[in-house]
């Protein structure tokens, strides 16, 4: 017992020292700086077909089943409205981040796994490069800046493709929808969405890292520390999700 | 390569910002351009906040740009109304609530068409207030709290009471009264029919003919008393007028009846008489003289 609890402060030990180390590496800003673009291209610009499809369809599937879920006599406008609000404030960054956390976590985990157990990041060391200025500390900016833009386009084609769905697929006019989606739209709903995907992109690119930069030797180890950080991401986005929704629920309203 | 990195990675990255912009003007104001600014000073605000929609005649045509509460415990707002749009003088403020969830507006209403609009920078009057959802929620919890002390009080009187139990017998023995009225008429039924059917029984054997003739006897007999009695009040009538005539008339009878003198004549010639029969009794020949030859 007292083994099992030890175990697990030395995890989360090991993940402050890891966390310590990618803070230090941001004072050198010439060993990530050319790498950064690159992995905010890999992040950013490859994921937008897969983040705009997965948008796509949930912003059609809200706006159908919405319509579909109101009882007799409630304004077709809350189509829009509940559209607009499950979209922004929840589905758009949460599922953004949970597809970049398949996509694009478990290829950083992969790649630095394979540079560990390949002892590339032992060569970086022995030529004098900070290993986690050079590989983790690229990534987690690119993580953090590219998925709110992801999760910005991405509310934007789910509300579009929920504004289509609407007036093509059901009885809703585009004037209700119109109205609905404006209905009690305070600036700060943008803003809680793109500081929800700033906090999943921080979680994916700080878990994903740290797993494959402590991987195992093997190919086994990698593809386990692959499969371990994907998991240990995902709930860590759901988990930060509650709490901003815990923390700044309360200021949506303005 | 590296080049084209980032040549894609700003074209996302402002995509992205452009998109957020617009988005959030759009859905805050209806469109980039900001309109011009009217005022209002509310005592209550009921929650009004920036971006929310400003109505003229339920037309949607500018939003909430500010809202400040002042020292003196106004809330002084802005408003944008869109360039297009024109609020005529002797229009109304008030703040109204919009849709089911507790969403708010700012409704301009005209006292009368007026094609003299309020110029930019006025401040708008404020009119009167409708009941918000605060005086609504107010009286539906004034009414929960008459039902509840209603609820109260016949919990009381019912189940503490023992009103229930009490109410229970006395259906019980209502039921049990309703039993005994049952079998009573139930019994008087049966004794009615019974009576019913014994009369029935002799009905049957009465001659109808003989009842008939009887019942025709009886009619005849019937309009005769009635000839009888106008006959009778014919004659009745007829012996008052005969009556009448003998009491008031003038004749001899009338004096006769009504005169006390010839009355009394007629008494002493009765007494004349009657001496003169007893004188003719007594001396016959004094009166009678009868000779033969």
């Keep these: 017992m007292i083994d099992a609890v030890g175990s697990v402060f030395a995890r989360i030990g090991e993940r402050g020292y890891f966390m310590r180390d990618i803070f230090r590496g941001l004072g050198d800003p010439k060993t990530y ?3 950064t673009i690159r992995q905010m291209r890999n992040i950013g610009v490859d994921s937008l077909p897969l983040a705009a499809i997965v948008a796509a369809f949930i912003g059609a599937v809200t706006a159908f089943q919405t319509r579909y879920q109101l009882f007799g006599g409630v304004q077709l406008s809350v189509v829009g409205l509940i559209s607009r609000q499950s979209i922004i404030l929840e589905l758009g960054p949460l599922l953004t981040g949970l597809v970049l956390t ?7 985990t992969a790649e630095l796994g394979t540079m560990r157990v390949t002892e590339q990041i032992d060569a970086l060391e022995t030529l004098a490069y900070d290993p986690i200025a050079y590989l983790v500390v690229p990534r987690l900016i690119a993580a953090i800046v590219m998925l709110p833009i992801l999760t910005i386009l991405a509310n934007a084609i789910g509300v579009g493709t929920a504004f289509l769905t609407a007036i093509l697929a059901t009885d809703v006019t585009s004037t209700a929808f119109s109205e609905g989606l404006r209905l009690a739209f305070a600036p700060f709903q943008i803003v809680y969405s793109i500081i929800k ?12 890292s740290f797993e494959g930069y402590n991987a195992n030797a ?13 998991v240990i991401a995902s709930v860590a986005i759901l988990v930060l999700d509650a709490l901003t929704a815990l923390l700044l629920a309360p200021y949506l309203q303005g | 390569m590296k080049k084209r990195d980032d040549v894609l990675v700003g074209i996302v990255i402002a995509v992205a910002v452009l998109v957020a912009i617009l988005g959030a003007l759009w859905l805050a104001r209806g469109g980039l351009s900001k309109g011009y600014p009217l005022y209002a000073k509310f005592p209550w605000s009921a929650g009004l906040k920036q971006g929310q929609p400003v109505l003229l005649g339920g037309v949607n045509i500018g939003y909430v740009d500010e809202v400040d509460l002042r020292t003196d415990g106004t809330v002084l707002t802005t408003f944008r109304v869109g360039k297009q749009y024109h609020v005529p003088i002797g229009t109304t403020a008030t703040v109204v609530a919009n849709g089911i969830f507790g969403d708010m507006a700012v409704a301009l209403t005209p006292k009368a068409p007026n094609p003299i609009s309020i110029s930019p920078g006025d401040t708008v009057p404020v009119g009167p207030s409708g009941p918000g959802i605060a005086q609504l929620t107010s009286k539906a919890d004034s009414i929960a709290t008459s039902v509840n002390a209603i609820t109260t009080a016949l919990n009381r009187e019912l189940i503490a009471a023992g009103g229930v139990r009490d109410l229970r017998t006395t259906i019980a023995g209502m039921n049990r009264l309703v039993a005994q009225f049952s079998t009573i008429a139930a019994e008087q039924n049966r ?4 009576t019913f059917a014994s009369l029935r029984h002799a009905t049957s054997g009465v001659d109808s003919a003989k009842v008939d003739s009887t019942v ?3 009619r005849e007999a019937s309009a005769n008393m009635n000839l009888l009695s106008e006959d009778l009040k014919q004659t009745s009538m007829k012996l008052d007028s005969i009556v009448a005539k003998v009491d008031n008339g003038p004749g001899t009878v009338a004096k006769a009846l009504n005169d006390p003198g010839a009355y009394n004549d007629i008494r002493a010639l009765i007494q004349h008489m009657d001496s003169l029969i007893v004188d003719v009794k007594k001396n016959p020949k004094r009166y009678i003289n009868v000779k033969i030859f």
């Design chain 1, 33 to 35: 700086g050319g790498e």
């Design chain 1, 102 to 108: 398949g996509r694009v976590g478990a290829r950083m």
């Design chain 1, 197 to 208: 995907a700033t906090i999943f992109g921080a979680a994916i690119a700080f878990f994903c």
């Design chain 1, 218 to 230: 093997g190919a086994e180890g990698v593809g386990r520390s692959t499969a371990q950080a994907v």
């Design chain 2, 191 to 194: 004794q009615l029919s019974a």
């Design chain 2, 216 to 218: 025709k006897n009886f």
